[in-house]
């Protein structure tokens, strides 16, 4: 696996021109979306991980293998740099999901240690309405006993029946085969 950070662009227009299929990471603040970027790169530095929520301001693009562009959202919800900058996050996810032809999977992640909150809902809802490709990544599973993590992702799935749920922690490499799976699968489809 190889992968390389390309470039960060302020608007869907700034993204280069490419045929290569993209994937997008979309989650609210500080769910962990570097980490995982870095977990599938096999790197440990290649998305910055920071503790401080929303320092994702821009759309980071990453090439993964030459075959596929990764494409790392702002997150949604919650942020110190959101909270001073008012809707232009949201506008720049909008307008990303609205016209990128080339986008095959979203990776949704949310933080398994807490509830859905209500930006994750609205977000499960407009994906879910405007039949985009996505699977949520119910993050830092390693937090939980095999039990709790099982309970909490049925409550998700009874809420939601028809999404895939993947379970993911970089703690322990849970997750990472069916993740890779995923995005293999968007991407070969992309490219029949």
Not at 23 to 52: C, D, E, P, Q
Not at 136 to 156: G, R, T, W, Y
Request: glycine content about 6%.
């Amino acid at each position: 696996m190889s992968a390389k950070f390309l470039k960060s662009a302020f608007r869907p227009s700034d993204i280069p021109e490419s045929d290569k299929p993209q994937i997008a990471t979309m989650g609210r603040s500080n769910v962990g979306k570097s980490s995982l970027i870095n977990h599938l790169a096999g790197v440990k530095n290649l998305a910055r991980v920071s503790a401080m929520p929303g320092l994702t301001q821009a759309l980071n693009l990453y090439e993964f293998d030459g075959r596929y562009l990764l494409v790392d959202l702002p997150g949604y919800g919650f942020s110190e740099a959101a909270r001073s900058r008012g809707k232009g996050f949201e506008t720049m996810i909008e307008d990303y999901l609205a016209g990128s032809p080339r986008l095959k999977l979203i990776l949704l992640i949310i933080d398994g240690r807490h509830e859905l909150q209500e930006s994750d809902r609205f977000v499960l809802n407009q994906l879910t309405e405007e039949k985009l490709p996505f699977v949520l990544v119910f993050n830092k599973v390693d937090k939980f006993s095999p039990s709790e993590a099982k309970q909490s992702m049925k409550k998700i799935s009874d809420q939601y029946p028809t999404i895939t749920i993947i379970p993911h922690s970089i703690k322990n490499n849970v997750g990472f085969g069916e993740l890779r799976n995923a995005i293999e699968k968007a991407v070969r489809k992309a490219a029949s």
